[in-house]
Protein backbone atom coordinates (compact mmCIF):
# COMPACT_ATOMS: atom_id res chain seq x y z
CA UNK A 1 0.00 0.00 0.00
CA UNK A 2 1.34 3.45 -0.87
CA UNK A 3 1.91 5.79 1.76
CA UNK A 4 3.37 8.52 -0.49
CA UNK A 5 2.48 9.76 -4.11
CA UNK A 6 5.57 12.50 -5.66
CA UNK A 7 4.32 14.46 -8.71
CA UNK A 8 6.23 15.94 -11.54
CA UNK A 9 5.32 19.64 -12.27
CA UNK A 10 5.42 20.54 -16.16
CA UNK A 11 3.09 18.14 -18.25
CA UNK A 12 1.47 16.95 -15.18
CA UNK A 13 -0.11 19.48 -13.49
CA UNK A 14 0.23 22.34 -15.67
CA UNK A 15 0.17 22.07 -19.36
CA UNK A 16 2.74 24.93 -20.30
CA UNK A 17 4.97 23.41 -22.28
CA UNK A 18 4.00 24.92 -25.54
CA UNK A 19 3.96 28.18 -22.95
CA UNK A 20 7.63 27.56 -22.31
CA UNK A 21 8.88 26.81 -26.13
CA UNK A 22 6.95 30.30 -26.99
CA UNK A 23 8.90 32.03 -24.57
CA UNK A 24 12.32 31.26 -25.14
CA UNK A 25 11.96 31.23 -29.15
CA UNK A 26 10.40 34.87 -28.18
CA UNK A 27 13.66 35.15 -26.23
CA UNK A 28 16.04 33.88 -28.38
CA UNK A 29 14.61 36.20 -31.28
CA UNK A 30 15.15 39.74 -29.24
CA UNK A 31 18.90 38.10 -28.75
CA UNK A 32 18.91 37.52 -32.52
CA UNK A 33 20.01 33.99 -31.85
CA UNK A 34 19.00 30.43 -33.43
CA UNK A 35 16.38 28.50 -32.39
CA UNK A 36 14.19 25.61 -33.36
CA UNK A 37 11.05 24.11 -31.93
CA UNK A 38 12.47 20.98 -32.73
CA UNK A 39 15.51 21.62 -30.05
CA UNK A 40 13.50 23.07 -27.77
CA UNK A 41 11.27 20.17 -27.58
CA UNK A 42 13.79 17.77 -27.90
CA UNK A 43 15.20 19.03 -24.24
CA UNK A 44 12.23 20.00 -22.66
CA UNK A 45 12.97 18.36 -19.69
CA UNK A 46 15.92 19.36 -18.63
CA UNK A 47 16.98 21.99 -16.08
CA UNK A 48 17.61 25.61 -17.12
CA UNK A 49 21.28 25.79 -17.13
CA UNK A 50 21.20 22.72 -19.11
CA UNK A 51 19.23 24.48 -21.62
CA UNK A 52 22.10 27.00 -21.88
CA UNK A 53 24.65 24.94 -23.29
CA UNK A 54 21.81 22.96 -25.10
CA UNK A 55 19.89 25.24 -27.26
CA UNK A 56 22.47 27.85 -27.35
CA UNK A 57 25.82 26.59 -27.27
CA UNK A 58 29.27 28.52 -26.10
CA UNK A 59 27.72 31.99 -24.44
CA UNK A 60 28.40 34.35 -22.20
CA UNK A 61 27.32 34.27 -18.62
CA UNK A 62 25.68 38.05 -19.53
CA UNK A 63 24.06 36.54 -22.48
CA UNK A 64 22.49 34.17 -20.90
CA UNK A 65 21.36 35.66 -17.86
CA UNK A 66 19.64 38.07 -20.40
CA UNK A 67 17.92 35.26 -22.44
CA UNK A 68 16.61 33.65 -19.33
CA UNK A 69 15.16 37.05 -17.52
CA UNK A 70 13.44 37.96 -20.68
CA UNK A 71 12.16 33.75 -21.28
CA UNK A 72 11.00 34.24 -18.13
CA UNK A 73 9.03 37.58 -18.49
CA UNK A 74 7.51 36.30 -21.88
CA UNK A 75 6.50 33.17 -19.55
CA UNK A 76 4.94 35.27 -16.40
CA UNK A 77 3.17 37.29 -19.26
CA UNK A 78 1.24 34.18 -20.79
CA UNK A 79 0.39 32.33 -18.20
CA UNK A 80 -1.22 35.43 -16.92
CA UNK A 81 -3.19 35.52 -20.66
CA UNK A 82 -4.38 31.91 -20.03
CA UNK A 83 -4.18 29.26 -16.62
CA UNK A 84 -1.99 26.52 -17.44
CA UNK A 85 -3.23 24.41 -14.81
CA UNK A 86 -4.85 20.90 -16.08
CA UNK A 87 -8.79 20.99 -14.94
CA UNK A 88 -8.60 18.09 -13.30
CA UNK A 89 -5.87 19.12 -11.07
CA UNK A 90 -8.14 20.28 -8.19
CA UNK A 91 -10.12 17.40 -7.37
CA UNK A 92 -7.35 15.08 -7.79
CA UNK A 93 -4.83 16.56 -5.56
CA UNK A 94 -7.31 17.57 -3.23
CA UNK A 95 -8.88 13.54 -3.05
CA UNK A 96 -5.25 11.94 -3.50
CA UNK A 97 -4.09 15.01 0.17
CA UNK A 98 -6.88 13.32 1.99
CA UNK A 99 -5.18 9.88 1.51
CA UNK A 100 -1.36 10.17 0.88
CA UNK A 101 1.39 12.37 1.73
CA UNK A 102 2.22 14.38 -1.56
CA UNK A 103 5.69 15.60 -2.63
CA UNK A 104 6.57 17.19 -5.82
CA UNK A 105 10.06 17.17 -7.75
CA UNK A 106 10.39 19.18 -11.03
CA UNK A 107 13.57 20.21 -12.95
CA UNK A 108 11.69 23.93 -13.51
CA UNK A 109 13.16 26.98 -11.04
CA UNK A 110 10.84 26.84 -8.03
CA UNK A 111 9.69 30.45 -8.87
CA UNK A 112 7.90 29.05 -11.89
CA UNK A 113 5.91 27.17 -9.84
CA UNK A 114 5.09 30.10 -7.35
CA UNK A 115 3.76 31.97 -10.26
CA UNK A 116 1.83 29.21 -12.49
CA UNK A 117 0.41 26.97 -9.63
CA UNK A 118 -2.41 28.02 -7.37
CA UNK A 119 -1.38 28.59 -3.35
CA UNK A 120 -4.40 26.41 -2.40
CA UNK A 121 -3.33 23.59 -4.39
CA UNK A 122 0.63 24.25 -3.21
CA UNK A 123 -0.15 24.12 0.33
CA UNK A 124 -1.19 20.28 -0.38
CA UNK A 125 2.40 19.06 -0.80
CA UNK A 126 4.27 18.20 2.51
CA UNK A 127 7.72 18.44 0.54
CA UNK A 128 9.04 19.93 -3.53
CA UNK A 129 12.51 20.10 -5.03
CA UNK A 130 13.00 22.30 -7.96
CA UNK A 131 15.84 22.03 -10.76
CA UNK A 132 17.38 25.25 -8.94
CA UNK A 133 17.97 23.60 -5.67
CA UNK A 134 19.02 19.75 -7.23
CA UNK A 135 22.68 19.13 -7.27
CA UNK A 136 21.96 16.45 -9.62
CA UNK A 137 18.55 16.94 -11.87
CA UNK A 138 16.43 14.56 -13.40
CA UNK A 139 16.93 11.62 -14.47
CA UNK A 140 19.60 10.97 -11.90
CA UNK A 141 17.40 9.52 -8.64
CA UNK A 142 19.29 11.99 -6.29
CA UNK A 143 16.28 14.41 -6.17
CA UNK A 144 13.38 11.65 -5.23
CA UNK A 145 15.85 9.42 -3.04
CA UNK A 146 15.95 13.52 -1.04
CA UNK A 147 11.99 13.52 -0.84
CA UNK A 148 11.54 10.02 0.02
CA UNK A 149 13.59 10.90 3.42
CA UNK A 150 12.17 13.78 3.86
CA UNK A 151 8.41 12.30 3.39
CA UNK A 152 9.97 9.84 5.71
CA UNK A 153 8.91 6.35 3.06
CA UNK A 154 10.69 3.97 1.67
CA UNK A 155 10.61 2.95 -2.58
CA UNK A 156 7.51 0.15 -1.98
CA UNK A 157 5.45 3.00 -0.32
CA UNK A 158 5.73 5.00 -2.94
CA UNK A 159 5.18 6.12 -6.43
CA UNK A 160 6.10 8.97 -8.94
CA UNK A 161 3.77 10.48 -11.56
CA UNK A 162 5.66 11.84 -14.52
CA UNK A 163 5.34 12.28 -18.21
CA UNK A 164 8.49 12.16 -19.69
CA UNK A 165 10.97 9.28 -20.06
CA UNK A 166 13.27 11.39 -17.95
CA UNK A 167 10.96 10.70 -15.18
CA UNK A 168 10.50 6.81 -15.81
CA UNK A 169 14.51 6.68 -15.46
CA UNK A 170 14.73 8.58 -12.47
CA UNK A 171 11.80 6.16 -11.01
CA UNK A 172 12.99 3.23 -11.85
CA UNK A 173 17.23 3.88 -10.59
CA UNK A 174 15.32 4.98 -7.04
CA UNK A 175 13.60 1.66 -7.35
CA UNK A 176 9.84 3.09 -7.02
CA UNK A 177 6.80 2.39 -9.46
CA UNK A 178 6.00 5.22 -11.95
CA UNK A 179 2.88 6.15 -13.49
CA UNK A 180 3.19 7.96 -17.15
CA UNK A 181 0.70 10.36 -18.17
CA UNK A 182 0.56 11.39 -22.03
CA UNK A 183 -0.31 14.89 -21.65
CA UNK A 184 3.52 16.04 -21.69
CA UNK A 185 6.75 15.31 -23.16
CA UNK A 186 6.52 11.73 -23.79
CA UNK A 187 4.13 9.75 -26.21
CA UNK A 188 2.73 6.15 -24.74
CA UNK A 189 4.91 4.23 -26.63
CA UNK A 190 7.92 5.99 -25.92
CA UNK A 191 7.13 5.85 -21.89
CA UNK A 192 6.11 2.05 -21.94
CA UNK A 193 9.25 1.38 -23.76
CA UNK A 194 11.70 3.44 -21.12
CA UNK A 195 9.36 0.59 -19.06
CA UNK A 196 6.72 2.83 -17.27
CA UNK A 197 4.50 0.28 -14.87
CA UNK A 198 1.44 2.44 -15.89
CA UNK A 199 0.54 4.66 -18.62
CA UNK A 200 -2.39 6.87 -18.25
CA UNK A 201 -4.23 9.24 -20.95
CA UNK A 202 -4.42 11.77 -18.20
CA UNK A 203 -4.10 12.85 -14.45
CA UNK A 204 -8.02 12.21 -13.71
CA UNK A 205 -7.51 7.98 -13.90
CA UNK A 206 -4.95 8.80 -11.04
CA UNK A 207 -7.29 7.99 -8.46
CA UNK A 208 -8.89 5.33 -9.95
CA UNK A 209 -5.60 3.36 -10.23
CA UNK A 210 -4.44 3.95 -6.94
CA UNK A 211 -7.98 3.03 -5.45
CA UNK A 212 -7.91 0.07 -7.49
CA UNK A 213 -4.11 -1.09 -6.20
CA UNK A 214 -4.56 -0.28 -2.65
CA UNK A 215 -7.48 -2.36 -2.47
CA UNK A 216 -6.26 -5.55 -4.38
Not at 156 to 163: E, H, I
Given at each position: ????????????????????????????????????????QKYISTTALQKRKLYFGDISDKT????????????????EEKNPLFPEVGEVLNSLGRQYLL??????????????????????????????????????????????????????????????????????????????????????????????????????????????????
Amino acid sequence: MFKAVIFDFNGVLVNDLVIHEKAYLKAAKDMGLPLTKETIQKYISTTALQKRKLYFGDISDKTWNRIFQLKTEYYFDLVEEKNPLFPEVGEVLNSLGRQYLLGLISNTPRRYFEKAFPQNLARLFQATIFGDEMRHPKPSPEALLEMMGRLKVDADQCCYVGDSVSDVRMAKQAGIRIFSVVTGDSSGEELREAGSDWILDSLSELVRELNSIDTF
